[in-house]
């Protein structure tokens, strides 16, 4: 990884992290399979990640990043069950022992919804600024979050090591443009709006035709004038 990384990574599960959606795919009672590292139900389904996720998984703690998974899933149980019995591989020449996946996340949001309040709750609980959280997921509505000043990924097939890179490239990319969020200590508001030379024209024009206006409210220095747009 050549690029920074944010403070926190957050995984969707159904089809981000496992190929299925574990409510309507996946029956229990949920057993570790007699070979390799996945799960299988009551039926004999597999539920397995992607080939790339522990790998990345292992990555990002050794970063020191906070990994959490933010899921709107309406089997909570049984996805935090299947997570505590999938086991992830150590990575070739380590020293890291296989894990249950449920151990390597710091934070698990799992319930139905939007996911906005997921990440007030991560927000909550680990006080990381949401400009540095980078969400993978294979939903487009979950876009919303990007509200709050996340940056979203969008993962149609699943997470690999292309996806992944990608979305840290996104996020790089996105938060030289966002200003801090008013919760975090940034300048939010008109001040942060004027920043965008778009939104600067049309505040300008506006004062130009109603004096009455205060600029300094608005975040606008008017030409010849000192002070910080």
Known sequence: MTQ??????????????????IDTHV?????RAKHGTD????????????PDVG????????????VAACSRTHAAQLARQ??????IPPTPETDEEEQAAVELFDNLQIYPGSKIPH??????????????????DDERRNREVETLGVT????????????????????NARRCDVAPSSDTGG????????????????????LECDPRLNRRSCGVKMNGERGRV
Do not use: C
Not at 27 to 31: A, D, G, H, I, Y
Not at 119 to 136: S, V
């Open 4 to 21: 920074r990384l944010p403070k926190l990574i957050a995984f969707d599960l159904d089809y981000t992290l496992w190929d299925m959606w």
């Open 27 to 31: 029956t229990p009672p949920l057993r």
């Open 39 to 50: 799960v299988v139900d009551r039926h004999g389904t597999r539920i397995e990640f992607y």
């Open 55 to 66: 790998d990345i998984i292992r990555r990002l703690r050794r970063e020191g990043v906070v």
């Open 82 to 87: 299947a997570l505590s019995l999938i086991r």
């Open 119 to 136: 990440f007030k709750a991560l927000h909550a609980a680990t006080g990381i600024a949401y400009e540095e959280m980078l969400f993978f």
């Open 152 to 171: 979203f990924h969008l993962t149609p097939q699943g997470v690999d090591n292309a996806i992944f890179e990608a979305g840290v490239k996104a996020w």
């Open 187 to 206: 300048e939010g508001g008109a001040h942060s709006a004027a920043r965008s030379p778009m939104m600067r024209d049309l505040l300008v024009l506006l």
